[in-house]
């Protein structure tokens, strides 16, 4: 059984305490936001005790709201609370490099070959693992979140509106901040007794600018300086998704397929489909699939060398916003918490996020064991078919093994990835 993470002092975090615990999470971060999320609260609220399960809560309700990826950005503010800014840059980065690095070499095996079956019969394995992560999420965050009727009422209607009505995720988060802001603002009169940091709005201003330039700047120099129009392309449209894109990386997908397949024709629908799969099923945030986008744009254009370009363009001009939310909002999270209705509006988004766990959950659940998977719209109503001739039942076999191995005996994380993903590699040959 795989230990838990021991720390010398829970309230005295050491920089080398600090890389080892985020690489491990940067290295084990497969499967979306949910599993992802459930990790962390393990190690950094049950495991560590960095974090105490208000602030690990009221982090992730302030992330839901901001655009890109919200567990690189939990991470990052988990960081940023232990070490400040220096903290949260270890964090950030180690939560997004190693999927990055995965991800540009995929994408490089990818352009030149286009055939990872291998690698495809191993993450099948991974994908069985991953989908008891998500259950297991569902379970930990809903014994939180879930501690009144008005609770429950949100995460059902938020999994209604999401995985049913199709409704948009900023709106979901919207209406359920704005139903915690009005009528659940008296059930927080406790929570002004906490302490948080007083907060200035002059480091804010400064924080902005400077974190705007950092993100401008080489972007800006690039496209004065560069004969190639495509990496310049590359980093303004990107630039513009990072500040629109709310909801993960399925918005992402909604808001630039049709753009980068028929406006600039980097890619075909085919490739698309391509990218988010090897993003799920490669560790790191699944906005991946931007990597995955601008190194094959960039590679068409000009090969390895500008497609290495095009892909760390396109990470520059993602996730440095990501780091520049967090380091600008952060400092409010407990400010916000103290007051009765912000904290009100918190504690229904952290609601809302289990229904939104729960939609995960079972569409991961429904793609992993059936291979054709097929909506159906009644309506406004839209309902999710799989064909049962096309259930895989080697999928079933790990979903099984790793729920024994993970629910029952408790073991680590690590070893059950390993352990299906080998078993998958095993069954490829019955």
Known sequence: MEKPIKVSNPNQ?????????????????FGGPAAQISMMHRILVDETKWLKEKQF??????????PGPEAMQLATYAGWRLKGILGGLIAGLLFVLPGAIVMLGLAIIYAYYGNLTIMNTLFLGIKAAVLIIVIEALLRVSKKALKNNESWFIAIAAFIGIFFLKLPYPLIVLAAALYGFF?????QKDVTESKHQSVSFQRTASTIIIGGLIWALPFAALAMMSSNPILTDIGSFFSKLAVVTFGGAYAVLAYMGQDVVSQYGWLNPGQMMDG?????????????????????????????????????MTLWVTFVPCFLWIFAGAPYIEWISAQPRLSGALNAITAAVVGVILNLSIWFGLHVFFAKVTPTSYGPVTLWQPDLATLNWQVVALFILCAVLLLKFHWGITRVLLISAAAAFGLSFI
């Open 13 to 29: 975090q050491s920089f080398s305490e600090l890389i080892n615990v985020f690489l491990k999470i940067g290295l084990l971060s």
């Open 57 to 66: 809560l009221n982090a992730l309700s302030f992330c839901m709201f901001l």
């Open 183 to 187: 009528c659940m603002a008296k059930e």
């Open 276 to 312: 988010l799969g090897l993003a799920e099923t490669t560790p790191g945030p699944l906005i991946l699939v931007t990597e995955f986008v601008g190194f094959l744009a960039a590679f068409k254009e000009g090969g390895i060398w500008l497609g290495v370009s095009g892909a760390l």
